[in-house]
DNA sequence: TCAGTTCGCGCG
DNA sequence: AAAGCGCGCGAACTGA
């Protein structure tokens, strides 16, 4: 067992102070009372460095000048490693406690670095267990940091964060060596903010949803009831209000759902919203899509939404795994800000709080950027860089209609080519996606001719997928260097997609990054991040400026990666979220 | 009874 | 030859 101080009971630690911050790398690690900052307590910080037994100080009972020296260093320029950084920054944060200097976040790390035969869970005893061949014991320190401490809480609070400092003797070697040192560093400055956006948290009109949940809610039961009509082999009653109840339907149940579709000549094999495409306008059909909406609303959003409401702040705190997905992007979840219902009915309900307002910013088209940039197309870069309007472009060449005559219906259905074409989309896929996402009709024979026309136009991308599909790469990497071991069975599209996703999601977190230092003292603070958009909560008088400086930040944030292709953002103020193009 | 899986669908 | 991809979540369904 290393040795370890724990403060006050083995004397004053700022004694301790100048040494410490002579260190260019400290390990730090907390244990807290429960796991939400907003309403639980920072208990123990543990302080590591190389050489010195690992400093625990208990914050219940230390007196102020330990908690001025322990601010001081937390504050340095030096190191920090962290396991899950955002975890202790929150917390660290609530107690009055910033950090400085650059984070090593070890749990981050273990999973860029993950391989096919790697850990995949990476808690700090996976992967000190993975790295160092340890095997940690986490039983004793679980819980219980409220009242007396037993040494032995003590004891292993001290190994956690001397093991931080064994883990980054490893993995920093092993990054710089498997060509990640670039996209850790962006990851590890991303987790300052991650770390602001879930402790910033959004605040939620709850009158505004309140009255939307009610007006669904009615909006579902007349669904409901029309649908009943359609329930002969059900036995239909009337309720108590005297409409009808079909006993034994119920609308939820794909397997009765698809018997009702039958029973009434609808032959679909199943009730997907794809295989009900050809009937959309058939009575019953559009009765069961709207049924199938309100009921996703309402179970999916508006219901669930309250609990989320932390009491101590009255804002809704998401979680977000900054490395959630595997193509590298960010999920989200309790709940998920990420798939908010775009309708304004719902976005207006996430407001500002009182004197603020909100600046939204999101990439123009970050995808299609990086695809250019990766397969460095030549007509996508050149359009690109003399600020074309690509949309509009692709209408153009696939329609030979000259660009100024693009059409607004010839633009959209260029968008669904474009979107779905660069991810190896067939002529089927493009048809359905046209128009289920744009109201786009398109034949069958036009959504093949586009496609041929589409790849000739652009050699880049063809050529690009062809050097895929010749030879599909086992290993890949996105434009910072993330790194992809691709299934043996993984299909071309997601061969094509991965990287690109993943190139976008490594440009916006250092956007992200960048953003933690340029938005420092106009008291605007990141709120949320949507994939490929910003949101901020800034002091009402300062909103024009955070506006430009957040507009100008994700455009900056190419990280030298994006040679031959501008990024584009568009940043605004808001009185909500409702408010965005 | 309950954990795990599948479907369908919200977002990008 | 043909193929969009990535998530989280609720409800229904499955299997022991």
């Known amino acids: 067992m290393n040795p370890y101080l724990y403060f006050p009971r083995d004397g004053s630690f700022s004694g301790f102070r100048e040494e410490i911050l002579a260190e260019s790398v400290i390990a730090v690690d907390t244990e807290t009372t429960g796991l939400d900052p907003n309403s639980d307590s920072l208990r123990l910080i543990q302080i590591a460095v190389f050489g010195k037994p690992v400093f625990v100080l208990d914050m219940l009972l230390c007196d102020d000048t330990d908690r001025d020296a322990v601010a001081q260093i937390l504050l340095s320029p030096s190191i920090k490693i962290f396991q899950n950084a955002k975890f202790d920054l929150q917390f660290l944060r609530a107690s009055g406690f910033e950090t400085g200097g650059k984070i090593f976040d070890t749990m981050l790390a273990a999973q ?70 670039d996209i850790a560093s962006i990851e590890f400055q991303c987790a300052r903010a991650i770390a602001e956006i879930e402790s910033s948290g959004m605040l939620l009109d709850i009158d505004r ?28 009653q009337p309720d108590f209000f005297g409409s009808e109840t079909a006993v034994g339907l119920n609308l939820n149940s794909n397997k009765q759902v698809l018997d009702l579709l039958h029973d009434n000549g609808i032959n679909v094999a199943d009730t997907s919203k794809a295989a009900l495409s050809p009937y959309r306008n058939e009575p019953l059909v559009k009765d069961l899509q709207e049924y199938r909406k309100a009921s996703k609303m309402l179970g999916g959003f508006l219901e669930p939404m309250p609990s989320f409401i932390n009491p101590a702040t009255g804002r809704i705190h998401a979680n977000y795994s900054q490395i959630g997905a595997s193509s590298g992007r960010m999920s989200c979840w309790g709940p998920n800000m990420q798939q908010i219902p775009r309708d304004a009915s719902f976005r207006e309900c996430f407001i500002p709080s009182p004197g603020n307002s909100l600046v939204i910013a999101d990439y123009s088209q970050i995808e299609l950027r990086v695809a250019a940039q990766i397969a460095r197309d030549e007509m996508m870069i050149e359009a690109y860089r003399n600020g074309g309007d690509l949309h509009k472009l692709t209408a153009s060449l696939i329609t030979g209609t000259p660009v100024d005559s693009v059409t607004k219906k010839q633009r959209q259905a260029a968008k669904a080519v474009n979107f779905g074409l660069i991810f190896a989309m067939g002529a089927r896929g ?64 997601g061969l094509y997609n991965t990287p690109v996703q993943g190139s976008a999601a490594d440009i916006i977190k250092n956007a992200l990054g960048m953003l933690t230092a340029t938005l420092k003292g106009t008291g605007a603070r990141i709120i949320a ?11 009402a008088e300062n909103a024009l400026k955070v506006a430009g400086i957040l507009k100008e930040t994700m455009e900056q944030a190419d990280g030298g990666f994006m040679p031959d292709v501008p990024l584009a953002a568009e940043a605004q103020v808001a009185s909500s979220w409702a408010e965005k193009q």
């Open 112 to 181: 860029l670095l993950k391989t096919p035969g790697g850990p995949a869970r990476f808690g700090l005893d996976s992967i000190s267990a993975f790295f160092l061949g340890t095997v940690v014991s986490k039983e004793e320190q679980t819980s219980g940091f409220d009242g007396d401490l037993r040494e032995a809480q003590i004891e292993y609070a001290a190994r956690d964060a001397s093991v931080l400092l064994e883990l980054r003797g490893v993995m920093a070697p092993a990054l710089v060596s498997n060509g990640l040192a």
């Open 209 to 236: 949803w309140n009255i939307l949940t009610d007006d669904t809610r009615e909006t579902c039961r007349q669904a409901e009831s029309r649908l009943f009509k359609y329930a002969g082999n059900w036995i239909v």
């Open 430 to 493: 493009l048809q359905a996606y046209a128009q289920d996402t744009y109201d786009v009709e398109m034949s069958l024979e036009e959504a093949e001719e586009f496609r041929d026309r589409f790849f000739r136009a652009y050699k880049g991308i063809n050529d690009w997928h062809n050097a895929i599909k010749k030879n599909p790469p086992r290993v890949s990497r996105s434009l910072a260097g993330r790194r992809y071991f691709h299934r043996e069975d993984e299909g071309l599209a």
């Open 529 to 539: 991040v949507v994939h490929d958009e910003i949101l901020l909560e800034s002091p």
